[in-house]
């Protein structure tokens, strides 16, 4: 099949070679000619994934009439808050009918759309639209080692074409119906990934840790419930597996983040040093206005945002969730 990759980033990048690996011939368009001009003269992601070659016939483009030709499905690989207007200038040179691949994790601020439904909002109805989410640290993959993942759709057929796309001898994909919930578990878990690194940064130790994905869990269902998932979909790979992953990798965006604020540094000074886009930061915001749009207690997500936006120390933030009023456990995830 021939496939467009929209996005130079580093699941870009390694969904690249999960594709190739399976004979699909790939195209990646790039919004920044420079990034192109280094990419065609590297094949390999020096910004993103260095060390990490791409398929050697990858072609790249930074031209939107071109970045379509011949394809027959789309992957759309860029940062949630940047999709409207990356596929604002795409729009018009994508063809109708086109399946469209998400792996971006994340809430729109203003909107508060999951990613699928922005490219809806911008592309219209027509298109059949998918999420592959699950516990994908991209560097692992790029090196090979085990992986699973789960692709969501509510074209079962389109599910199932792209988990045969996608599925090597390492990279395992299962399917799942529920689109929402698929999504939701890979935008909030970032937000709870935040508060586990800074967790790591003030040293509280393993039992915190626990206690936090254990009761992040509870947020994140109890906020896809609120909004048509199915709570069995945040027990799975793109809830608790992703969940679990981000919280405990020294290579995750948002739990490094959370670590250096644990240690004193401000959020400023962190992502003005940090090459790739933190979207746990942005996400944040959204998943609290969505809790308050849906009357969904989500506590933890109102000590990140205090900590980040509200110049609360991460200390006292901590303090303030252990002292809340005692509650039952069976009665949380109501």
């Known amino acids: 099949m021939k496939i467009t990759i929209i996005g130079d980033g580093a699941m870009a990048t390694v969904s690249a070679g999960l594709l190739a690996a399976n004979g699909h011939a790939l195209r990646l368009w790039s919004p920044f000619p420079e990034a192109v001009a280094a990419l065609r003269a590297n094949r390999e992601n020096t910004r993103y994934l260095p060390g990490v070659a791409f398929p ?56 508060l759309l999951r990613p699928t ?15 592959l989410s699950g516990p994908n640290i991209a560097r692992e993959l790029a090196e090979h080692l085990p992986a699973t ?6 074209n079962a057929p389109l599910a199932a074409c792209v988990q045969a796309l996608f599925s090597t001898r390492t990279f395992r994909v299962y399917t799942n119906p529920d689109l929402v919930g698929v999504e939701l578990g890979g935008a909030v878990k970032n937000v709870v990934a935040i508060a586990a690194g800074i967790l790591d940064g003030l040293g509280a130790g393993d039992n915190a840790k626990a206690a936090l994905l254990t009761r992040g869990l509870v947020e994140i269902a109890r906020l896809g419930v609120a909004l048509g ?35 004193g540094e401000t959020m400023d000074a962190i992502l003005a040093r940090t090459h790739s886009v933190v979207e746990g930061v942005a996400t944040t915001r959204s998943v ?26 991460a200390a006292e933030a901590i303090d303030a969730l252990m002292t809340r009023r005692p509650k039952g456990e069976d009665a949380e995830w109501a």
Not at 288 to 307: F, G, N, Y
Request: glycine share 10%.
């Open 56 to 111: 050697e016939d990858t072609a790249f483009t930074d031209d939107e009439a071109d970045a379509f030709d011949g394809a027959q499905l789309v992957l759309a690989a860029t940062p949630t808050q940047y999709i409207r207007a990356t596929w604002g200038r795409l729009a018009p040179h994508c063809p109708a009918g086109i399946p469209i691949v998400s792996v971006a994790k994340g809430i729109e601020n203003g909107t």
């Open 117 to 131: 439904q922005v490219l809806r909002d911008v592309l219209g109805d027509g298109r059949p639209l998918a999420a």
């Open 149 to 154: 993942a789960t692709v969501a759709a509510e």
């Open 229 to 263: 998932a199915r709570r069995e979909t945040f027990m799975g790979l793109s809830g608790l597996g992703d969940l679990v992953t981000t919280c405990v990798s020294p290579h995750g965006r948002n739990r490094t983040l959370g670590e250096a604020i644990g240690r």
């Open 288 to 313: 609290l206005a969505l809790a308050s749009r849906h009357k969904v207690d989500m506590p933890i997500t109102e000590a990140v945002h205090a900590v980040l936006f509200e110049a609360v120390a």
